[in-house]
């Protein structure tokens, strides 16, 4: 009988129960539980709902007992930067707002008279993004620092939800790292930098690598789901798991981890704080094992995803493709990365908007709104591989597309035709094959990261893209 491990993986948009196993030397997954997640408004702020998104989780765990699936181990993955506040008595300290809300509009400005963007980078290697924890805990003492004075736990998303599993609090690097609050080269939280800040210290934990057991399930929690079960941190980010997934062989492919937003990098070893690396909007989050993702963040899906529910009629993923394969002809493309395309009430307004302001031709027919999207996240490809060669004086002959985003295949088609790489397709569900990968990587059934990659290639359907017609 396998040994099964099970991975939850927690996106925006919705969150899954994946088991997986080892069987005749390949990966073998099974999703046995789906749930939708989203943004609620609270207190006149985007959150997210932490007591459903749990109530979630125990949910996917009751359904492994009643399938027969009891795993060995699980493992917690979701998106970045957001986190809760605990009081001494391990209680909630207000509501567990979202990166998309609008709290931290201006506040990169306050903190700069503190430290310097130059300086700030230098120290953690970390792009410029509004939203970055940094910025959130600051709008938080601007506004409501009783909170930050009551405080005596910082735990971000995966590790709330892991706490309430079993009753420890364990801080993990990978999803630390995208606070702006860990030193790049000494990967530890930087003390100095909180205290320039004014931001309390004693909240934040040891930093734990994935692998670390956090420990097994609360006693109710195992009487509510009918097994006990081994906690372990995944890279308890979703786009570090998704990268340990990467089916490369070597060293000269670029990767684009495909979702609502894109991850676009390469793997390293030692982090590029430079000024030039900060001016083009590089970032070196933390990897598996001490590894460096350096990457830029890029709009991504949200653009299409938001487009296509603002279209009266619900358009298969197959039909956008379609309608915007005919209205390639059309020439204006906008830059994705523009703070009119985070949050917008209407993406298709801030797409023509965009297009009026920089004096080029507004798309009219849905065709050509998507066409012009698509161009642009292609073209927003083409340029940041550009800037990878550059930054590291080297040339890169494969782009890897992994996770969800990779069955595009019109976008993959335009990533090949404008970067000019050999483009690869797969895997798509790249997070949670990551996040499996490190529980069996912590429980010896696979060796070590070359041998889990070389099990991703034999497991998973890679596909070369085709490069679309001019």
């Avoid at 930098?193 to 006693?219: H, Q, Y």
């Avoid at 297009?355 to 999207?373: F, H, K, S, Y």
Wanted: proline residues 3%; negative net charge.
């Amino acid at each position: 009988m396998p040994t099964y491990h099970l991975a939850i993986d927690i996106g925006a948009s919705n969150g899954r129960h994946i088991v997986g196993w080892l069987e005749n030397n390949k990966v073998r997954m099974q999703e046995i539980y789906r749930f939708d997640n989203g943004m609620v408004e609270r207190n006149g702020r985007l959150c997210w709902d932490m007591e459903t998104l749990f109530a979630e989780v125990v949910a996917g765990l009751k359904r492994c007992h009643e399938l027969g699936l009891t795993p060995a181990s699980l493992g917690i993955d979701t998106w970045a930067v957001d986190f809760v506040l605990l009081d001494r008595n391990d209680a909630m300290l207000g509501d567990c707002v979202a990166y998309r809300d609008s709290r931290t509009q201006g506040v990169d400005e306050k903190v700069y008279e503190r430290i310097s963007e130059h300086d700030l980078y230098a120290r953690t290697g970390i792009q410029k993004l509004s939203f970055n924890t940094l910025y959130q805990l600051y709008a938080l003492k601007q506004t409501q620092p009783e909170l930050l004075r009551k405080a005596c736990s910082f735990l971000m998303v995966p590790e709330y939800l892991n706490f309430l599993l079993t009753g420890k609090k364990v801080n993990e690097y990978t999803n630390a790292t995208t606070t702006q609050l860990v030193n790049a080269h000494s990967r530890t939280w930087d003390v100095e930098l909180l205290n320039v800040l004014e931001l309390p210290v004693d909240i934040f934990g040891k930093l734990s690598l994935p692998k670390t057991v956090v420990g097994n399930l609360k006693p109710e929690i195992r009487a509510a789901v009918g097994f006990d079960v081994e906690v372990v941190l995944s890279a308890t980010h979703d786009t570090a798991s998704a990268v340990l997934a990467m089916p490369a062989k070597d060293d000269d492919s670029i990767y684009i981890s495909s979702g609502t937003w894109s991850l676009m990098g390469i793997e390293r070893l030692i982090p590029d704080c430079t000024e030039e690396s900060r001016k083009r909007n590089f970032t070196n989050e933390g990897g598996y094992h001490h590894r460096y993702r350096y990457l830029k963040n890029i709009m991504g899906l949200w653009m299409l995803q938001n487009i296509r529910k603002e279209f009266r009629h619900p358009y298969s993923f197959d039909e956008i493709n379609t309608l915007a394969g005919i209205g390639l002809y059309f020439s204006s493309t906008v830059e994705v990365n523009d703070p009119a395309f985070l949050a917008p009430q209407s993406m298709v307004t801030a797409v023509k908007a965009y297009c009026a302001r920089t004096g080029q031709d507004v798309p009219e027919t849905e065709c050509e709104i998507l066409a012009c999207t698509y161009k642009s996240l292609a073209r927003c490809y083409a340029e940041t591989a550009s800037e990878i060669e550059a930054l590291t004086g080297k040339a890169y002959r494969r782009i890897h597309i992994i996770g969800g985003g990779c069955r595009d295949g019109l976008l993959n088609r335009l990533t090949a035709q404008y970067t000019g790489k050999d483009v690869y397709a797969g895997p798509v569900e790249a997070t949670a094959i990551g996040n499996l990968l490190v529980q069996m990587l912590r429980a010896g059934s696979i060796a070590d990261l070359p041998e889990a990659r070389d099990a991703v290639r034999r497991s998973f359907a890679v596909e070369k893209v085709v490069v679309a017609c001019s």
